[in-house]
């Protein structure tokens, strides 16, 4: 299995600043990927950041908006700026299990969250 | 593509009462299949997990059976706790193409004691 820590866990800011999450595996991992959580709804994926490579971003999210940088197999961090009251969500990080011994293929470990309220 | 439907919650129930929730898929190969369970604050945690028709997942006293003829995997448990009380989110990945699996918009579960 895969143990993954974000940080901040929580926090609450004002509009128009930004925030920056981390995210570490205690293994090395290829793929990473972050997700938000909006109350009440479903996981969105917002991109998908493999070590030494830009992210790859899914339709609606952008890169001046939420920056990735990637830059090692065991860590992450993802940026939201100019952050709007709209930005309030839970922010997830997760890795695919592929390669790592002992675990299902296919399968997915999500870190804690990390919980953005927006002012 | 692909896409996950779940019942909507929440789910009130009291404990040892019988739980189901519903989940069928639409995809366009033979997906993996999972339930992941998120209790309050916490991030997702997979449950259980089936890779082909006919395949039960089980854990936790939960378990789910992979129907391909009707394209559901249903989540059931037969006596439930307080301590079940969660979001379960259903999920599908494609194992001949990305890791990156289709959820359901999750189903609250709330168990009374």
């Known amino acids: 299995s895969a143990v993954i820590s974000q940080k901040p866990s929580r926090d609450i800011c004002q509009r128009g600043t930004s925030l920056t999450i981390q995210c570490q595996v205690d293994?090395?991992?290829?793929?990473m990927f972050w997700y938000r959580q909006q109350p009440g709804q479903s996981l969105t994926l917002i991109a998908t950041a493999n070590q030494g490579s830009e992210a790859t971003y899914e339709s609606g999210f952008v890169i001046d908006k939420f920056p990735i940088s990637r830059p090692n197999l065991t860590f992450s961090t993802l940026t939201v700026s100019n952050m709007s009251p709209e930005d309030s969500s839970i922010y997830l990080c997760?890795?695919?299990?592929?390669?790592?011994?002992?675990?299902?293929?296919?399968?997915?470990?999500f870190g804690p969250g990390t919980r953005l309220t927006v002012l | 593509g692909n896409s996950v439907t779940q019942m909507e919650g929440p789910v009130t129930l009291s404990e040892e009462a019988f739980l189901t929730i519903n989940c069928t898929y639409t995809?366009?190969?033979?997906?993996?299949l999972f339930w992941y369970v998120q209790y309050p604050g916490e991030g997702l945690q997979l449950l259980l997990k089936?890779?082909?028709?006919?395949d039960k997942g089980s854990n936790k006293g939960f378990e789910a059976t992979y129907r391909k003829e009707t394209t559901s995997f249903h989540l059931e448990k037969g006596s439930v706790q307080v301590s079940d009380s969660a979001v379960y989110f259903c999920?599908?990945?494609?194992?001949?193409?990305?890791?990156?699996?289709?959820f359901g918009r999750g189903t609250s579960l709330i168990v009374h004691p």
């Open positions: 293994s090395q991992v290829t793929m």
């Open positions: 995809a366009t190969g033979y997906p993996s």
């Open positions: 997760s890795v695919e299990a592929g390669g790592l011994a002992g675990v299902g293929y296919n399968e997915q470990f």
């Open positions: 089936a890779t082909k028709a006919d």
């Open positions: 999920a599908l990945s494609d194992p001949g193409g990305s890791y990156i699996p289709t």
